[in-house]
């Protein structure tokens, strides 16, 4: 019979644990995911999807700025109107 107290003992002793072998499995599955990603990808999707990430590098961060300029300048024309 196992009491409360070993039981605790034996769920909190380490398991041992083959790395090696763990690694090799998901760097070779891994590895071959990618190549059949790779292989299977023709130039256009390529293409497209640079395009699609350099319009959304160049245009996210322009809109934040462009609100900011359009804005400042509303206010800037708002204050001069209305401190009469």
Not at 12 to 26: A, R, Y
Request: hydrophobic content about 45%; charged content about 15%.
């Amino acid at each position: 019979m196992i009491t409360k107290c070993e039981h605790e003992v034996q769920k909190s002793k380490p398991t041992e644990i083959n790395t090696f072998d763990d690694l090799k499995v998901i760097a070779t599955g891994g590895s071959g995911y990618v190549n059949k990603q790779v292989g299977e990808a023709s130039p256009t999707n390529w293409v497209f999807m640079f395009v699609v990430i350099m319009v959304v590098i160049t245009v996210v961060p322009i809109i934040p700025i462009a609100g900011a300029y359009f804005l400042g300048h509303y206010m800037n024309w708002w204050q001069s109107n209305n401190l009469k």
